[in-house]
């Protein structure tokens, strides 16, 4: 009686195993017409079955249904599972007709999830990477021009967070730092910037930079008058040229901050006299004309 069972058992077993097989035809026709009908939500669970289950899936036929299923994500605004589904499709299917649209979507997906531009721009560099696949390798294609929108849109973030850095540093009474993030942004993005402004921040920070480092010349200058001190009360010679060797050494530093103090007031001065030639109806023009005035004064 007990073998009788075990065999009923392993018999229902195999059965129901046979039951469970998938064929790929009964669950693409259904996956795709579920799709064409906008019922996403089971479409999307007859696309994974597909995918995962199916017997007989061609690569053809994974190609489609993960193209498929991405853009149920896509269409859903589920975009990060858009993105992990079409960063998939990618990996699998390089040649794939729907690249350049793949392209496009995970572009916009990435945007979609960025943060505002105060936050971490990883995200934000991802779309501007995948539009500009578009544009390198498919010049042709109908999402060139989508991918330019992305791309300008993205940079506008990158943009703005470097403003927003400068004017931190500006803030925080680090002006030389300032100038340097406000000229990065200069240079880097003159399309996503208000340039009269910007030139005008550059030598604003450029011409203060001496108020950045006003403490640590004090600081050093202190360091050199007790070194001073020490060397005429110093008998041993070697212990002596160690010292003056330390004093040589803060002395130079204290003279290349006072030299880009200079150079940079000098630098704020050429930039001031352009900018106010370049842009004679600047907001801007009056602040320029004063601070170039304080800069003639001061020499």
């Known amino acids: 009686m ?15 195993c046979a039951e469970k097989t998938i064929k790929k035809e009964e669950v693409m026709s259904k996956a795709l017409k579920l799709y064409q009908k ?11 079955k597909a995918i995962y289950k199916a017997e007989n899936m061609t690569t053809t036929d994974i190609m489609k249904a ?6 149920i994500y896509y269409m859903e605004e589920n975009y990060i599972d858009a993105i992990v589904e079409f960063e998939e499709f990618l990996s699998l299917f390089p040649t794939a007709p729907q690249v350049p649209e793949v392209l496009y979507k995970l572009a916009d997906s990435y945007m979609k999830i960025s943060p505002s531009p105060d936050r971490d721009l990883t995200y934000v560099r991802k779309a501007i990477e995948k ?3 578009i544009l390198d390798n498919y010049p042709e294609s109908v999402y060139v021009s989508k991918a330019k929108k992305i791309i300008a849109k993205a940079k506008k973030m990158e943009a703005t967070h470097i403003i927003e850095i400068a004017d931190l540093y500006e803030h925080l009474g680090k002006y030389y730092s300032a ?10 993005y003159p399309e996503q910037i208000k340039k009269d402004f910007i030139v005008y921040k550059i030598a604003f920070n450029l011409a203060n930079s ?3 480092y006003e403490d640590e010349i004090e600081e050093y200058t202190e360091k050199i008058k007790k070194l001073e001190k020490k060397i005429k009360e110093e008998k041993d010679i070697e212990k002596k040229n160690v010292l003056i060797n330390r004093k040589k ?5 204290v003279n290349r901050l006072k030299e880009r103090i200079q150079n940079s007031k000098n630098r704020a001065v050429s930039i001031l006299k352009h900018a106010l030639k370049n842009y004679p109806n600047s907001e801007y023009k ?3 004309e004063n601070l170039l005035k304080k800069l003639d004064k001061e020499g």
């Open 2 to 16: 007990k073998r009788i069972l075990i065999v009923i058992f392993a018999g229902t077993v195999l059965f129901s």
């Open 38 to 48: 906008g019922e996403y939500d089971d479409a999307k669970e007859y696309f994974k």
């Open 66 to 71: 993960r193209y498929y299923l991405g853009n």
């Open 131 to 133: 539009a500009e696949e």
């Open 179 to 188: 100038a340097v993030y406000y000229n990065l942004v200069y240079d880097d």
């Open 210 to 212: 001496g108020k950045q």
């Open 249 to 253: 050494l803060l002395e130079d530093h």
């Open 286 to 288: 009056e602040e320029m």
